[in-house]
């Protein structure tokens, strides 16, 4: 049994992610600037002295600090951080405000500085931090300026601690995730090829996973769940089995080996 604080707890990753530490029989406190989503969650999940919830602002020191001492106060101690904090916008540079690179930095990067700093001293000897970034933090695409920059820094900060925090036997790793696989993104973007996004359901396992004695050998890294997505370039021509001319190897034909 560990004990878990998770932050961003009312996004649409947690529910899974709660699902699988509460009946594995994690200890969680779940944080939210929301109270009325945190209600709901309460409702859904609440056991006291299981799973519980408190109002905090991961950008606040004082209310995030308030919360890590508030998860020790109920379950005793505490293992760990689920960083779920997070903002997403997308367009293109001449129509991305100063105040919007801001907004994102500060949602995705500086909230899991101060999210971190205040699990840190509760650790002692071994824990697990969890954050959440985005290929296009490594593979940049256009019209995702302010987004791929700030999980960048997330990413880079994340490898740059967990070199830090590793002295004390402390994980601190990342889901590296294309985009979930809603409803609501179903009804918004039908167009998309869903074998490209991933659902909730799916990452919850891998941060089960990186939150285990199984990741012990996990320090600062970046781990991909991307379900079938790939980048794609005209150069390299179709995918294999897709179109284009037929031949083991060549483009659009079965990977070399394949007889069809
Ligand atoms: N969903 C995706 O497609 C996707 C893809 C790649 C990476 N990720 C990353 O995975 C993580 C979780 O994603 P998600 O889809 O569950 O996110 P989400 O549904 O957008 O929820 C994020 C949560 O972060 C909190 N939050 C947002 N801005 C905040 C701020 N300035 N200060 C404090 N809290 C703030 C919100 O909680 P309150 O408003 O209740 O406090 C919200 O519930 C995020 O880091 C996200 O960037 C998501």
Redesign the pocket.
């Known amino acids: 049994m560990s004990v878990f604080m998770i932050t961003?707890a009312?996004?649409?990753?947690?529910p899974p992610i709660i699902d699988l530490l509460a009946t594995r029989g994690d200890r969680i406190l779940l944080t939210?600037?929301?109270k009325a989503?945190l209600d709901g969650l309460a409702e859904r999940y609440g056991k006291v002295g299981e799973v519980e919830t408190a109002e905090a602002?991961?950008?606040d020191p004082i209310s995030i600090n308030r919360a890590a001492d508030t998860a020790v106060a109920r379950f005793g101690r505490l293992d760990g951080l689920i960083h779920?904090?997070?903002?997403?916008a997308v367009g293109p540079l001449f129509r991305t405000e100063p105040a919007a690179y801001e907004e994102l930095w500060?949602?995705?990067f500086l909230?899991a500085v101060i999210a971190t700093h205040a699990v840190l001293p509760h650790l002692g000897e071994g824990g697990r931090l969890v954050y959440?970034?985005?290929p296009l933090a490594t593979e940049p695409l256009p019209a995702f300026s302010a987004y791929g920059a700030a999980k960048a820094a997330l990413l880079t900060w994340m490898r740059s601690i967990a070199h830090e925090v590793k002295r004390k036997d402390v994980h601190a790793n990342a889901v590296v995730?294309?985009?979930?696989d809603t409803e609501d993104v179903r009804a918004a973007r039908p167009h998309l090829d869903f074998d490209h996004t991933i659902s909730p359901e799916l990452v919850a396992p891998v941060v089960g996973f990186l939150t285990s004695e199984a990741a012990d050998g996990l320090y600062g890294s970046c781990v991909p769940v991307l379900n079938k997505f790939e980048f794609s370039s005209a150069l390299a021509g179709p995918p294999p089995g897709r179109g284009g001319p037929p031949g083991p190897g060549g483009p659009g034909g079965p990977p070399p080996g394949i007889v069809t």
């Open positions: 961003g009312t996004g649409k990753l947690a939210s600037r929301n989503k602002d991961a950008l779920l904090v997070g903002g997403f500060r949602s995705n909230s959440f970034a985005t995730m294309t985009i979930a």
